[in-house]
């Protein structure tokens, strides 16, 4: 795999077999606010808020990581114990052959952009 990518576009490239789904998630995040920017952080797709990390997400041969940090992981535990997701401290895995849980990624970002407005105020 390559080893640094110039922007989003280019890493979601690399996963033909998920080209598809990576896009949904992209298309999620920046659905929750117009503010919402796009870089690669630690060689992934990132995204950040107000300046602030929101959230990573990478594709994998049998999995697709999202990386909401640890209060975002923490507060979703439940959710990812009903859906038998694999979880961290800081990652959650959705599976590539089952469709992706759009509702609970959406709630998630809502949830970190909630996070870095009470931390900014």
Known sequence: MKNTFENINEYILLFPEIQQKLEEIRKIIHAQNPEIEEYIGYQMPAFKYKKKPLVYFAGYKKHIGLYPGAEGIKNFE?????????????????PVNKDLPLDLIKKIVQFRITEIDQKKS
């Open 78 to 94: 439940k959710d990812f114990n009903e859906n038998n997701y694999k979880f961290s401290k800081g990652a959650v895995q959705f």
